[in-house]
């Protein structure tokens, strides 16, 4: 099983910028973190989760929604296991609950397995 756990979420005013982390535990066995893809997706009340950013396992593609693009970067450490979303020009309507994701062969599936407990970040006008 994959433990996910973001940090770095909190509130700035908009313009400013966040970055969030996500440190992965993977079983001792089996899939290690350098085969999954991994995401950032966000959620405000009474929306659906939405995909924010996504890379592909070995770091070589990326994609964003067309909200972010220009101002969100995915990135990740596979040998620390950590994933990033350097966040900047933050705007009022990024204000949303952060969740990591991961999977295997999640890039193509569209479908990720395993989820983090999710990070407040909130902007303020």
């Known amino acids: 099983q994959v433990q996910l756990v973001e940090s770095g979420g909190g509130s700035v005013q908009a313009g400013g910028s966040l970055r969030l982390s996500c440190k992965a535990s993977?079983?001792?066995?089996?899939?290690?973190?350098?085969?999954?893809?991994m995401g950032w997706f966000r959620q405000i009340p009474g929306k659906e989760r939405e995909l924010v950013a996504k890379?592909?396992?070995?770091?070589?593609?990326?994609e964003y929604a067309e909200a972010v693009k220009g101002r969100f970067t995915i990135s990740r450490d596979n040998a620390k296991k950590i994933q990033f979303l350097e966040m900047n020009s933050l705007k009022p309507e990024d204000t949303a609950v952060y969740y990591c994701?991961?999977?295997?062969?999640?890039?193509?599936?569209?479908?990720?397995?395993?989820w983090g407990q999710g990070t407040q970040v909130t902007i303020s006008s």
């Open positions: 994701a991961a999977g295997t062969s999640s890039w193509h599936r569209g479908k990720f397995d395993f």
């Open positions: 993977t079983p001792s066995s089996g899939t290690t973190f350098d085969i999954l893809d």
């Open positions: 890379i592909l396992y070995s770091g070589d593609r990326t």
